[in-house]
């Protein structure tokens, strides 16, 4: 997600929007995320590896 997105402000002029809007951040503060086991290898790449990574002779 893009940080500007975060950083807006909304204006909700419908009453029950905004009951929607806040019951859901109400839900999202109560929830708890669920843990994931990666399956993969994670790997740093820079400069010609990038290339070498998606096949680019360039």
Do not use: P, W
């Amino acid at each position: 997600m893009a940080t500007k997105s975060i950083l807006k402000d909304i204006e909700i002029k419908d009453k029950q929007l905004a009951h929607t809007f806040v019951t859901a951040l109400g839900q999202a503060e109560n929830s708890k995320y669920k843990s994931t086991q990666l399956t993969r290898e994670c790997k740093e790449l820079t400069g010609d590896k990038i290339k070498e990574f998606f096949g680019k002779n360039i």
